[in-house]
């Protein structure tokens, strides 16, 4: 039942957030806006069918997709290797998003480039616990946004917080509603923002309540604290929080 309930939320926030980043478009905030959970959502099914129903009452979140990861493949963090050699997610196509731009050309599942902040979270998750079996019983990873947004001459990817205005406003009131689902759903006691923008908007949507929050480094490549002392500074933080 608990594959099933995160299916329904997820489909909901697809449909939901949709017409939201259309909206953002038109009214000029950002250039481009893919939905992965539309276009890749047969794999996001998968995904959630694969690591949802494992037990798991820790909740990992991300801030948005990333062009190589989430926003080729639906799965947050997601780099090609881990899907394929850790998730057993494999030959599963993915469309077109809708309104595609040529710079940020979708393929999929075979996409040649990895993801570096994917190989490294589900990295150090899979060297923590062993097999995706053992991650799905510790941690559910998702991201808080789901929406890909790109601006400028360069489609540069865009991250939430860096959109202002009403629509914007409401696109993350939805999905702190998602995440408010998702944590009901897991019966979460904790929830691991993954950089400082995921961890307030867990505080913002679950502070008050039983559930606590905590914060973790980003491994993103552009972060120094990701990449001092050879990474091992960064895994050693997100252990500290990890179950």
Known sequence: M???????????????????GS???????????????????????????????????????GMNPGPHGMG????????TSVVRELLGITDIPV????????????VGLDYPREEVSGTRLWGLLAEHYGNADTIASSVFLVNHCPLMLFSGPRAANITPDK??????????????????????????ERVIGVGKFAESRARAALGGGSVEVVGCWHPSPASPLANRNGGADWRANVRAVLP
């Open 72 to 79: 080729q493949m639906g799965i947050p963090f997601a780099a």
């Open 163 to 188: 959109v202002g205005g009403s629509t914007a406003r409401a696109l993350l009131e939805r999905c702190d509603q998602h995440l408010h689902e998702v944590v009901s759903v897991l019966d979460a």
């Open 95 to 106: 469309n077109e998003p809708e309104a595609a731009d040529p710079r940020r050309p979708v």
């Open 2 to 20: 608990v594959v099933e309930h995160l299916i329904r939320a997820a489909a909901s926030l697809r449909d939901d957030v949709g017409p939201i």
């Open 23 to 61: 909206r953002l478009v038109s009214e000029g905030s950002v250039d481009v806006c893919y939905n992965p959970l539309e276009y890749a959502w047969d794999v996001h099914e998968a995904y959630l069918a694969r690591m949802g129903g494992g037990g798991a009452r820790t909740v990992v979140l």
